[in-house]
């Protein structure tokens, strides 16, 4: 017997409330959005909407949590821009958690994974904003910077559980998608190295800014596409410097200049600009470099071929090690990230094949996936927590050539892999629901 839908109805963009369960009509490249099928968790969501150029969504009133909502309209407050500050943030994270105990756990899911791919969207347009206005107003531009550092540093700080979420589909610039990620992974190592409040708002500041000087580098260099010639790479090379002289002209500190300036330097010397080895770099600059370069390994530029997060953890541990201060920074960014970090492609205990879409700090192995089945649509298909479901587990680690032409479009491999961190876990108990 077939399943009839809910009934659902138009209601007006103006009119949309926290807590609708909407349909958006439109293929899910064309929003920024987990699903197409979701109930609205925060005024952010509802700015995020009213920005997609539509007059009208359909939402389902059946399994909203408002009464009414077609008769009234939102909250005046929706219609006031967003901000990269505590503020907007805290907003956001009060919305979703007066939600998250009424929703099953599919629905907690996509709340999570909305308000981080709405943070993560945040920073990126500061960063394009950045990167547009810092040669004409440093100072202002400074400013946006440390408002963002500051509420991830407190975000961060609020809680002693988090989890790493893995967010793909972002729409963006890939250089400003880049810089988040190290920022965003900047961070949680840094927390997990003991580093204060202080530290890590420089540290943030640091990870955003670090490739900002490559605005003024021709793009083909900038972002280069394939393997560059040695003239073209040494003009590459002369980010780093460029970088630092930006961040200079902001008024950063002298631990933010330094952390920059050595994100491409290796313990081992051989990095550049300055071919420094461990003694000579500080701390945020081991960070930042072994986090660029994990993150390069995901998303590479000059022509490379990708690796999955696990093949890219197993790479910098077993040939790469000489090259970043391992006992220290290296061993605590694998103990962050897992064994099968998200974005990982892994074979599950009953033969299926699944993605790591979220980190499990309780149970490193077993993390959040998101399974494959035949016939299931990505946006149908349900996370598993397999630290509640004991039944299940995970097999072994895989790589793209292992997987049919149909699992291949399920978990999408040329996509941008983005990390956002999130203070509440995911999921409690997760139904498949799949048969």
């Known amino acids: 017997m077939q399943t009839v839908p809910p009934p659902s109805v138009l209601v007006d963009i103006e009119r949309l409330r926290v807590g609708m369960f909407i349909q958006l009509e439109m293929g899910w490249m064309n929003h920024p959005f987990p699903t197409s099928n979701f109930r609205i968790a925060s005024v952010e969501q509802i700015q995020i909407l009213r920005g997609l150029g539509v007059t009208q969504l359909r939402y389902v009133p059946s399994k909203s949590l408002v009464v009414d909502s077609d008769e009234r309209p939102a909250p005046d407050d929706a219609s006031l821009p967003m901000q990269a500050g505590p503020s907007s943030a805290a907003g956001a994270q009060q919305d979703a958690e007066t939600l998250e105990p009424m929703l099953d756990s599919p629905d907690r899911h996509e709340v999570v994974q909305a308000r981080c791919r709405t943070r993560f969207n945040q920073a990126a347009s500061l960063y394009a904003e950045v990167a547009e206005t810092v040669d004409s107003a440093p100072v202002a531009a400074r400013a946006q910077v440390e408002a963002l550092a500051r509420a991830d540093v407190a975000e961060l700080l609020q809680s002693e559980n988090y989890t790493v979420h893995l967010l793909t589909g972002i729409i963006g610039q890939h250089q400003g998608n880049h810089c988040v990620n190290v920022m965003v992974l900047s961070l949680l190592l840094g927390r997990a190295l003991g580093l204060g409040a202080q530290a890590l708002e420089h540290l943030a500041a640091a990870g955003l800014l670090h490739d900002i000087g490559k605005i003024h580098l021709p793009a083909h260099i900038a972002q280069p596409g ?31 200049l330094l952390a920059i300036g050595q994100h491409h330097e290796m313990a081992d010397g051989s990095g550049y600009p300055r071919r420094v080895e461990a003694a000579q770099m500080g701390q945020f600059g081991k960070i930042l470099a072994l986090v660029n370069r994990y993150d390069r390994l995901c998303n590479p530029l000059h022509g490379e071929s990708s690796h999955t997060p696990h093949e890219a953890l197993a790479r910098l541990f077993a040939q790469e090690r000489k090259r970043f201060d391992a006992t220290t920074v290296l061993a605590a960014f694998i103990r962050l990230m897992g064994v099968y970090p998200p974005g990982s492609l892994v074979q599950l205990n009953d033969g299926r094949y699944a993605r790591v879409v979220a980190s499990n700090s309780q149970s490193p192995l077993r993390p959040h996936v998101l399974p494959f089945v035949v016939g299931v649509s990505r946006r149908d298909a349900r996370v598993v927590d397999l630290g509640s479901h004991q039944e299940q587990g995970i097999r072994r680690s895989v790589k793209f050539d292992a997987l049919s032409d149909e699992a291949l479009e399920f978990f999408l491999p040329g996509q941008q892999l983005c990390y956002f961190f999130d203070r509440v876990q995911p999921v409690d108990t997760v139904r498949e629901g799949v048969a």
């Open 226 to 256: 394939a393997p560059l010639s040695a003239s073209d790479k040494r003009i590459y090379e002369e980010h780093v410097i460029r970088s630092v002289a930006l961040a200079q002209r902001m008024g950063f500190g002298a631990d933010v």
